[in-house]
């Protein structure tokens, strides 16, 4: 409250300005060198350094200058807090922009862009500055806050609107055709991408294998070295082939048949590889060959040709990247960000910032040095790395009991030891929420990088990860590719200071570092891994049981929970949901198919509203419109925007594919396929993502959600995907305001039973549609209003 009455100075960079905001940079002889706080900044030594000011009433930026010999301080700008029309906030680069609204002599808004030490720790003070003027003057401060990047406030992000990291040298917001996107999503979805069931993730599975072995395992069918007559049948004996970067005396490449090791190769020693993956042609021998440098070759039949193919990408990206070669066209793992969209506009992506790689104990003190700076030989730190000692931490007296959370002798797992750092991208204490009581308590995070993707998992303490112990203890695991933003003031009221939160498709995650500058190394690192992911997708899929109120295919039972929506990488799979909660699939939308989407509200009731296409040329005038009733309708919604933002950054990637990009990866021996819609293999569709929702019940006894989806409230609003393809929208038509669309409709259409039909609805998974498609009903009034945090209050039964 009192705030105001202080001033705080923050030492800047000035990026950027509007014409006439500031003056002109000082002269040579002007200048006044500051090279303590150029290095304070990350700075050029060209960059203009500057002073930011938060004063009582206004904000300043101030500049120190040399004139006649003596040092002199000017105002390059100050703006009213009551003139700000928005900060906007690049936490990846640590930035802000002011934005000015115009004046009678000059309306256009004009701006300033700052780069700070720490910009978490400016945007602290500004929402507590602005909160006490606007108490001190009983007023609100029409002020917003804007992210850029995986950041948000408050609020999920407009969906489509923040530009993402891009992974790949051409321009972003280049797609392939519209038919090409869609033929390649339903070759996924009928072959190796099909999703496996809420919470059965084989890549999830994999990358534990290698946090806790140091490798990914693969049960190999068959196995034929070129030259050789293949063996009949399948293999008598358990074989393995196992994929690791290769570190100390441990290959990259092992492939084991029983007790024999037939293989064993680095990453270097291979020439070529090539995924066979033909599984939506009902082809059973997938698999990938390896072509070595001494002529040899192998080709591996295994059963997970999907996350083997990505494991393979992975560290054969990563050899690529130690030796300053480009990744794999059309990858998307173990790619590194090309550019990153900014404050000030796109450009090349800065160095990853460095995590920390040493273990502490809770006291701070060193307990196992990282070994890309080891410590003296004769250093505490590493004698007590030798002899082990005692692991104590913060518990209540029942967690300890109950938990086992007591002191616990340790000492290191010599096997986990020698991969450590290869895996780890930084760890350290964080506070969580959790235990009997749900007090805050302290956790030992650490986030790996994979060949599946980044994690973050958290552990009672440092003794209980794999480093020290053999067996799986981690608490909890966040999968990074399921993050939808990252806030980094958490909106958890009761969070201690330097707090933020972990949006993702399953649940919010509220941690706390235990100061600013350790919670903006966690948020770099993290948003870094974020942004690594961008086209990596959980293989597993997220169902939803919703209420069919209008159905023009006539294929589904309305008026009763007895549809299912299952969502996943490729597309939405709209099923009947047997008594016996069996799944039959009616039909498949691919995220081409559907033309928008919006949430209805009714009478304290919501609703899902989808228009889709129902021809292949995505006429807008071949469409229908479904609208099923859910409590879980924003969950839906949002897990439908963040599967197509997904789907959007792995087609970018695969315009890869042009002749001129073929050349360049043929340069370096990297693999490609036939990429005809005849010939779909795994690098046709990659991964995707999945939703974030609301907490809150259903008020229908009988609707479920399978998978976990409680989470944070976003705003949906309506959108087009024509918006991403760049397609001509046509106007919707809206019904009577005072109409109840959740209300029974009468069936004004006759049911296709017989599927001879001509005239009836073509399920979406047959790329050719016959027949016309029957009229839509009248479209049910499009709602826009956004749903407040904790979803709609309960509404009286159906």
């Known amino acids: 409250k009192n705030i105001g009455h202080f001033e705080t100075t923050y030492d800047a960079v000035l990026l950027s300005a509007t014409d006439g905001m500031v003056p002109a940079p000082p002269t040579p002889a002007e200048t006044y060198p500051q090279p303590a706080l150029q290095k304070k900044l990350n700075a050029a030594a060209s960059a203009r350094l500057v002073a930011m000011v938060m004063k009582f009433e206004k904000v300043e930026v101030k500049e120190r200058i040399r004139v006649g010999g003596e040092l002199k301080t000017r105002s390059l700008c100050a703006v009213p807090y009551s003139r700000l029309k928005s900060l906007d906030w690049d936490h990846s680069v640590s930035a802000v922009r002011l934005v000015a609204g115009g004046t009678r002599d000059a309306p256009q808004d004009s701006h300033v862009v700052l780069k700070v030490a720490n910009s978490l720790e400016l945007e602290n003070e500004a929402k507590l500055r602005l909160r006490g003027l606007a108490s001190a003057a009983a007023a609100s401060i029409q002020l917003s806050f804007n992210y850029v990047g995986v950041y948000a406030g408050p609020t999920k992000p407009k969906p489509f609107q923040r530009k993402r990291a891009n992974l790949s040298h051409h321009e972003q917001g280049k797609l392939p055709p519209l038919a090409t996107m869609r033929d390649l999503a339903i070759a996924r979805h009928r072959g190796s991408g099909a999703p496996a069931k809420a ?40 074989s393995k082939l196992m994929l690791c970067a290769g570190y100390a005396d441990v290959p990259g490449l092992a492939y084991v048949e ?14 070529k590889y090539q995924v066979y993956d033909k599984a939506h042609q009902g082809e059973h ?24 193919a990505d494991c393979v990408e992975h560290f054969w990206n990563r050899r690529n990247a130690s030796k300053g070669e480009p990744p794999m066209a059309r990858s998307t793992h173990g790619r590194d960000v090309v550019k990153i969209t900014t404050l000030t506009g796109e450009i090349p992506a800065p160095p990853a910032p460095p995590g920390d790689l040493d273990v502490l104990d809770e006291t701070g003190v060193l307990v196992r040095p990282s070994k890309k700076a080891a410590a003296p030989a004769d250093s505490g730190a590493y004698k007590k790395q030798a002899s082990g000692g005692s692991a104590r931490r913060k518990s209540t007296l029942v967690g300890a009991v109950i938990k086992g959370k007591r002191a616990s002798d340790f000492r290191l797992n010599p096997r986990t030891d020698k991969y450590w750092d290869a895996v780890v991208k930084h760890q350290g204490w964080l506070l969580k929420k959790g235990g009997l009581g749900k007090t805050w308590i302290k956790r030992y995070a650490v986030l790996y990088s994979t060949s599946m993707g980044h994690y973050l998992c958290y552990y009672a303490d440092f003794a209980k990860s794999p480093l020290f112990h053999t067996e799986e203890r981690e608490r909890n695991i966040i999968d990074l590719c399921k993050t939808t933003f990252v806030r980094p003031v958490s909106n958890n009221k009761e969070a201690p200071t330097n707090s933020f939160d972990i949006c993702t498709i399953e649940r919010e995650w509220t941690l706390s570092a235990d100061s600013k500058a350790a919670m903006q190394q966690w948020l770099q690192v993290i948003t870094r891994a974020i942004d690594e992911d961008v086209a990596i ?8 049981v919703v209420k069919p109120r209008v159905d023009p295919s006539g294929k589904l039972l309305k008026n009763e929970y007895s549809t299912g929506l299952k969502v996943s990488a490729s597309g939405v799979s709209v099923c009947h949901v047997t008594a016996a909660d069996e799944y039959q699939e009616r039909f498949f939308w691919c995220y081409t198919d559907f033309f928008k989407w919006s949430i209805l509200h009714h009478s304290g009731k919501t609703g899902l509203q989808v228009s889709v296409f129902t021809s292949t040329d995505f006429d807008v005038k071949d469409r229908q419109e479904f609208l099923f009733r859910t409590r879980d309708a924003v969950k839906l919604a949002t897990a439908i925007e963040f599967y197509i933002e997904k789907f959007m950054a792995a087609m970018h990637l695969y315009l890869e594919g042009d002749m001129s990009m073929h050349k360049a990866a043929g340069a370096n021996g990297a693999a490609t396929m036939a990429w005809d819609t005849q010939a779909m293999g795994r690098d046709a569709l990659v991964n995707d993502d999945d939703l974030i929702g609301t907490g809150g019940d259903d008020d229908d006894d009988d609707a479920t959600v399978a998978g976990k989806t409680n989470g944070a409230a976003p705003g949906v609003s309506n959108q087009s995907i024509l918006d991403l393809f760049t397609v001509d929208s ?10 109840d669309p959740f209300a029974p409709k009468a069936a004004t259409l006759p049911l296709h039973q017989d599927p001879d039909d001509p ?31 904790g979803g709609p209050p309960q509404p009286p039964s159906d």
């Open 285 to 308: 021998s997938n698999g990938v060959e390896l072509e070595f440098k001494d002529g040899k070759a192998y080709f591996f039949v295994v059963l997970d040709v999907l996350q083997l």
């Open 199 to 238: 919470g059965l993730s084989k890549r999830a599975k994999h990358a534990m294998d290698m946090i806790h072995k140091g490798c990914c395992q693969f049960t190999v069918v068959s196995c034929v070295e070129k030259g050789k007559p293949p063996a009949a049948g399948m293999l008598q004996v358990e």
């Open 537 to 544: 997708v959980p293989d597993d899929e997220l169902v939803f």
């Open 759 to 789: 005239f009836a609805p073509k399920p979406v998974t047959d790329p050719v549609f016959g027949g016309a498609p029957e009229p839509p009903p009248p479209p049910v009034e499009e709602v826009k209003e956004e749903l407040l945090a």
């Open 258 to 271: 029983g007790q024999r090791v037939v293989l064993s190769q680095q990453w270097d020693d291979v020439a």
């Open 730 to 739: 046509g106007p919707s038509h809206a019904a009577a305001p005072d109409a």
